[in-house]
């Protein structure tokens, strides 16, 4: 390997660009897949919040009811309050310890989707308490039941309002499962350690895949905001669990 | 007119925070009437009016539709307010459907009726309105009054025997509660029954079977227009009248 940073980088991308793909495909397999689900839980641990409070309910309602809000309000609480890192160490080497074997790949897949769904979820309950009463309240006046008011008028609504907060959670999960190498996923921060062993050039390739990273995101970013403008979407305040980079636009007048 | 009401209130309560703002109100629905419901802000008539579709729990006494008692679950509400149709003050068009998908969502999805009468019920009712050639327009390009008149189609659309109309022209700019006005005027001469909560007074009196003065969630007054407009009995109603009077 020649000396130098530049050249060293160089070689790198000229040897090594397989396993570096590779790891791409990997976070972004893992992330987009960790998304959907998530997305997908989120919607259910969302729906479990909003369950309707009638007096009319029957007591066993009303306790299905209370157990069901309950239980999600303490994961949502339990996976935004603990990092992924330890939750994909908790998850893997659990169901590692009670079944003896798990695919890394689909653990991964799991500890993504279950730590954006506690994310999803209050996305998705903030963005529908944000839908004005009144169209409840329309729904409710042609006689449609809590849930075809759900799924008809305000779902719809409130999902097309969380488009830019879906695509915030994909851009972090890009960022996020760098995490996973902890458990041996062979995501694109897992495959640096892995040309780190064989030429230790670490500061090389860790500046590679920083860059991998940052592109990864800033085009995911710009193909969003595409998105929402195809669908001209206001920009709404949802709630988010981290800020991610924004594609900066620039005038050419 | 039947004997029986379609709606009936019975020593009808609702409290908030233990204040009563209706207070133990007893009235009658009847068939064909139109009754037009006024009183100073705050006195509770949009709470009594959304009563009557149950948007608003009471807290004590008794709804019956057709003599079936529906605080006691002998017919539930969502069936209740498939005949019992409602236009908001501020309209509450559903905003991700265009007008004629806002007139057939709600039997699409309530009543299992074929499609195509649906939909010609659905143009019948917004050419009722004067809005049928908006059908595929979006919501959010209409103007407040082309907005409520959606809104009474899409209410019409349920084919209700009652509608309840809280407020309807408050929100408009004055040169648009006309148009408003006119559509519900219409549907008086076309026999719906209606309740209607107003603070358009020459309108009650023009339009309205029977006016009820409302105060602090008690009814002081009621009676034909001409009595209650006219000749109010009591003072509370001769100051609120005069009041009104003076300002117009």
């Excluded at chain 1, 050249?7 to 976070?27: A, E």
């Excluded at chain 2, 209409?142 to 209410?155: E, H, N, T």
């Excluded at chain 2, 029977?210 to 009676?223: P, Q, T």
């Amino acid at each position: 390997m020649p000396a130098g940073f530049f050249p060293g980088v160089w070689y790198l991308l000229q040897t090594k660009w397989m396993i570096f793909l590779s790891g791409v495909l990997v976070t972004l397999l893992i992330s987009i897949l960790g998304t959907i689900f998530g997305f997908l839980f989120g919607l259910v641990l969302a729906t479990l919040r909003l369950l309707p409070h009638d007096k009319r309910q029957t007591w066993i309602m009303k306790a299905l009811r209370s157990v069901a809000e309950i239980s999600s309000k303490i994961y949502i609480q339990v996976f935004r309050g603990t990092p992924m890192i330890v939750q994909a160490v908790v998850i893997y080497y659990g169901v590692l310890a009670l079944f003896g074997y798990w695919n890394a790949m689909v653990a991964g897949i799991v500890v993504v989707s279950l730590n954006t769904a506690a994310y999803m979820a209050e996305i998705i309950r903030g963005s529908v308490q944000g839908i004005d009463k009144g169209q409840t309240e329309a729904a409710l006046a042609v006689g449609m039941t809590y849930f075809q008011l759900m799924r008809h008028i305000v779902l719809p609504q409130a999902l097309r309002h969380a488009i830019p907060a879906f695509g915030n959670e994909l851009i972090v999960n890009i960022k996020d499962t760098s995490v996973l190498s902890v458990i041996a996923v062979s995501d694109l921060f897992f495959s640096s350690k892995f040309i780190i062993t064989n030429n230790f050039r670490p500061f090389e390739v860790y500046f590679i895949i920083s860059v991998i990273y940052l592109l990864l995101t800033l085009s995911t970013s710009a193909i969003l905001k595409r998105v929402e403008k195809r669908l001209h979407m206001a920009p709404v305040s949802v709630p988010t669990s981290q800020t991610v980079p924004e594609v900066i636009e620039v005038s050419h007048e | 007119m039947n004997n029986l009401p379609i709606i009936r209130l019975q020593d009808i309560t609702k409290k908030f925070d233990k204040a009563p703002v209706v207070d133990h109100v007893s009235l009658d629905i009847h068939q064909g009437e139109v009754l037009a419901i006024i009183g100073p802000s705050g006195s509770g008539k949009s709470t009594l009016l959304r009563m009557m579709n149950l948007l608003e729990e009471p807290t004590g006494g008794s709804l019956f539709y057709h003599e079936r008692n529906v605080t006691k679950d002998e017919i539930k509400p969502n069936v209740l307010r498939q005949k019992v149709g409602m236009v908001f003050q501020s309209f509450n068009l559903f905003n991700n459907k265009n007008v004629i998908d806002n007139c057939l969502i709600g039997p699409r999805i309530t009543k299992k009726t074929p499609k195509e009468p649906m939909i010609a019920m659905a143009h019948e009712n917004l050419k009722k309105v004067g809005m049928d050639d908006f059908s595929s327009a979006k919501v959010s390009t209409l103007s407040g009054g082309q907005k409520q008149r959606v809104a009474i189609a899409r209410a019409l659309s349920m084919s209700p025997e009652v509608v309840l109309f809280d407020e309807p022209t408050s929100a408009l700019d004055p040169e648009l509660v006309g148009e408003v006005l006119t559509v519900i005027r219409q549907l008086a001469v076309q026999g719906m029954t209606m309740v209607i909560v107003t603070h358009e007074m020459a309108f009650a009196r023009d339009v309205a079977s029977r006016v009820i003065f409302i105060d602090e969630g008690k009814i002081v007054e009621s009676g034909t227009p001409d009595q209650v407009f006219d000749m109010p009995q009591k003072e509370r109603t001769q100051a609120f009248l005069a009041r009104f009077n003076r300002r117009f």
